[in-house]
C-alpha cells in the first residue's frame, strides 16, 4: 500500500534508509558481524573470475558490484548485459561463477543466460529481491535484497539494496580470505542510511533542481568518473523512463570523443563529484561542457565541494558513494516527471518485470 504516498515511486525511495538497516540486520549473526551462507563463499572461493548477469538498473547495480569484489575480495570480475552475453559470450576462465543480479527473479533476458550456464555445468548465484522466483530457484544459491515489494516500474530501492548486498557479498568474501579491508562495513552501511535519511528528507531542493534543469528540456547529460559514471548511467536510465527526456550517462573523459558535438546552449549536465582522485578531472570536463554553453548542476561530496555546485551531499565511505549519490538523481527523475505530467508509477511502453527475451 502506498498510504498517503501520492507514488510508489516516492515511497520507495524513502524506505531506502530502512532498507539498509534491514540488510545489515539480514546478515548479521549473533555477534553482530556479517556473515554469508558458507556454501555461497566456498563458491566465491573457488571461482577464478566472476560474470555478473543483469539487466537495466541491475546492471548498473553490478558495475558497482565489480568494483567492491575486485576491490575488497581481489576475485577479477566481468559484468554483461543479460540480453547480449550469449551473442557476445566471452571466453570463460576455468573455474567461472556465475551472478545474476533481478529485483523481480522473473528477467527473461537472465534466465536465458542462466539456463544456458547450468547446462554448461556452472555453478550460479542469484541475488534478487523476491524469494522462490525463477531465478532464485534455478540458481545452485540465492541472497536476497530484503527490500519489500517494489511496485513502481522505476527501481529504487532495489538498486542500493543490491549494491548494499554486493558489498556485503565482497566485504565477507574477502575476510574469508585474510584480507584487510580497512573499514567496518555495519557501521560504513549505518553512515550510509543516516546519509540517505538526510537526503530524503532535502526534497524541496531536489524539486527545485528539477525545476530549475529539466523542466522544459529536450536533454540532459549525467557525467561522472571512476565510481560516478556508473551512477550517472543510472541517473540517465532513471529520468528516461519516467520523464522521456532523452538522456545520456558518459564517462566524464569520453564527452570530448563525440558527445560533446551534442552540448548547446542551455543543456543541462549533471555531474557527479564524490570522488577525491577524480575531482580535478570531472571539474575540467565540466568546464569544457560549460565553454560549450552547457547548463551545469555539480553534485559533489561535503569535503570536495568547490562553490559552483548546486548540491553536496554528506561524507560517507568513498567506495560507497554510488548508494547515496543516487538519492538526488532519483528524486530529481521523480519531480521531473511530475512537472511534465507523467505517469511515475507506470511509465508508457515499460512493464515492472520483462518476461520476453
Ligand atoms: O527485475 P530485474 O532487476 O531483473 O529487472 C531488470 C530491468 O528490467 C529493470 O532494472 C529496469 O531497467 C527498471 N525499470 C529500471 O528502473
Known sequence: EKGTYPHYMLKEID????????????????????????AILDAMNEADRIYIIAAGTS?????????????????PVEVHVSSEFSYNMPLLSKNPLFVFISQSGETADSR??????????YKALTITNVPGSTLSREADYTLLLHAGPEIAVASTKAYTAQMAV???????????????????????LGIIANSMEVLCDDKEEM????????STTRNCFFIG????????????????EISYIQAEGFAGGELKHGTIALIEDGTPIIALATQEHVNLSIRGNVKEVV??????????????????????????NDMLTPLISVIPLQLISYYAALHRDCDVDKPRNLAKSVTVE
Open 15 to 38: 524506505e531506502q534508509p530502512l532498507v539498509m538497516r534491514k540488510i545489515v540486520q539480514q546478515y548479521q549473526n549473533e555477534q553482530g558481524e556479517l556473515t554469508i551462507d558458507s
Open 59 to 75: 546492471y548498473h547495480a553490478g558495475l558497482v558490484g565489480k568494483q567492491f569484489i575486485e576491490k575488497m575480495a581481489h576475485i
Open 112 to 121: 536465458g543466460v542462466l539456463v544456458h550456464v547450468k547446462d554448461l555445468g
Open 166 to 188: 554486493l558489498s556485503i557479498l565482497a566485504y565477507v568474501t574477502a575476510q574469508s580470505k585474510g584480507l584487510m579491508v580497512g573499514m567496518d562495513l555495519v557501521k560504513e
Open 207 to 214: 524539486e527545485a533542481i528539477a525545476r530549475e534543469y529539466l
Open 225 to 240: 568518473r571512476a565510481l560516478d559514471f556508473y551512477v550517472g548511467l543510472e541517473g540517465a536510465l532513471k529520468l528516461k
Open 291 to 316: 565553454a560549450r554553453g552547457a547548463n551545469p548542476c555539480i553534485i559533489s561530496m561535503k569535503g570536495l565541494e568547490t562553490n559552483e555546485d548546486r548540491y553536496v551531499l554528506p561524507v560517507v
